[in-house]
């Protein structure tokens, strides 16, 4: 479904039915605000270094700007990491904040691992971005083997992780993790 400069797919639907569904901590607020807070981080300094966003797509791996022209590998790869850096920056802050109050902490452990998670060595996400526009940057010819290998290793350990967790807690959600890594490639 498209609405102006919106598209809303159906794997971001799905999803945030599953995430209703398994919220039995309320958590469903924290992790969308911990998401919201990590794009602003992209989108501030994109809007500063001169970019647009030409539109925004809602999917089952979350949300993807998509920016009208190119910044440059430098403004680009500042515009990517911006986003991880707000999520630990947030992270720390709410930790950090005097008198915090106990409604505070899930969303400070939200930021930390929102930030942690998109750093990874992986095609879809923060990380992975970043390590494809430094490759590209400095003339690597073998950009997509590394961007493949990283991504192969970093899906088996965090499938392997889950579903070493799943087994361990017989916890449904964590298995559903696994699948989901595993499906994503």
């Not at 958590?27 to 647009?52: D, N, S, T, W």
């Not at 910044?71 to 790869?77: P, R, S, T």
């Not at 106990?102 to 942690?116: N, R, T």
Request: glycine share 10%; net charge positive; aromatic share 8%.
């Amino acid at each position: 479904m498209t609405a102006g400069r919106v598209t809303v797919c159906a794997g971001f639907v799905l999803l945030v039915a599953v995430l209703i569904y398994l919220d039995q901590g309320s958590l469903l607020f924290v992790v969308f605000a911990a998401a919201l807070l990590h794009e602003l981080g992209h989108y501030i300094p994109l809007k500063l270094l001169g970019g647009r966003v030409a539109r925004l797509e809602l999917t089952g791996g979350g949300l993807n700007m998509v920016t009208s022209q190119p910044l440059g590998y430098g403004k680009e790869i500042l515009t990517v990491l911006a986003g991880p850096v707000t999520s630990l920056g947030f992270a720390l802050l709410f930790s950090l904040w005097d008198g915090m109050m106990e409604e505070q902490m899930p969303l400070a452990g939200m930021c930390l691992s929102h930030g942690v998670f998109n750093l990874l060595p992986v095609r879809e996400l923060d990380g992975g971005r970043a390590l494809e526009l430094a490759l590209n940057a400095a003339g690597c010819k073998h950009t997509r083997t590394v961007l493949s290998v990283t991504t192969a290793v970093m899906v088996f350990i965090l499938a392997a992780l889950c579903g070493y967790l799943a087994w361990k807690t017989r916890n449904l959600s964590l298995a559903l993790a696994m699948i989901y890594i595993l499906t994503r490639r």
